[in-house]
């Protein structure tokens, strides 16, 4: 018998994000904990979440007449917040220093381009004013929205969008994860859409985290057409699931999705909610979960309401 959910605490998609997307497709079940509940083990990012966002924040610096490493380094700190402390022996200050000084002496392809408030979306606040936020129509009934790392412009013209990546296992096994990656491909559909002009697909920066060496390595990415309109249909058909579930107040199990074997066929880390599917009646352990706040992605503002 298919469980029927309580849907108090649940919010309906106002705008649909790609990692929203992802955590459907993967199991409908820890969409509704994760992204309708918005329930977590921690009222706080995870350690190696907000080292990422303090190298993403600081990268911009690195490129040429931008500031350099100090800058790189000061960008970083206001993410970092003496977390230092805490004594993470690949994640802290010097290491994001190596990081940064790595990754300033490959940074020769591209430059960092700014864009113009005009071709964002209205009143959606930016980490660093490299940061492009998006939120475009694709036929849905919700914007598509997101934020792409930077702009990149190369020295023959072409403009490219940038995401940076930080690991812990870097080679060739992490970067063919992007080939046909719907990230990858959100990013180049919503560049197109946003800025008017072409962009030709995605530089991937992909940088090593560890307490011994760094390393960094790019890889561009051009999503083929036939690749885009699979995108495209990948977000419509998720979106009506989507419906489908919050109408029926049904978020199926998918089992196969609950550890990284069945998944993929490889060992790893398991689903951080089976706990709550284990235990029956999810609500028995729903005290054990942190609750997060709406993330309000607002596109326009009219007097008295709040956005979408």
Known sequence: MKEILCMEEYLPRKHLSCTAMCNFKRCPRKFFYQNGLRLSWSPEPHLAMKFGEGIHFGLPHCFPGQGGCLEALAAFRKIWEGRDSLGDKKRNLSVALKIFKAFEEKTKVYAPVLVEQDKMPELVERKSPWEVPFAVDIGLDVPLVGYI??????????????????????????????????????????????????????????????????????????????????????????????????EARVFEKNLSACTSYAEFGRVGYPCEYSSLCDAGCWEALRSSFFQGEEHLFVIEKKAGEKGV
């Open 149 to 246: 790392d930077m702009l990149g412009e190369t020295l023959n013209g072409e403009l490219w969008g940038v995401e940076f990546k930080t690991t812990s296992e870097l080679g060739s096994r992490f970067m063919e994860n992007f080939q046909r990656s719907p990230q990858i491909g959100t990013y180049t559909l919503a560049l197109n859409v946003q800025l008017g002009k072409p962009v030709k697909g995605v530089f991937l920066e992909a940088l090593l985290v560890a307490g011994t060496k760094t390393e960094c390595l790019m890889q561009p990415i051009e999503p083929q057409e036939n690749f885009l309109e699979d995108v495209i249909q990948w977000y419509v058909d998720g979106y009506e699931g989507i419906k489908r579930c919050e």
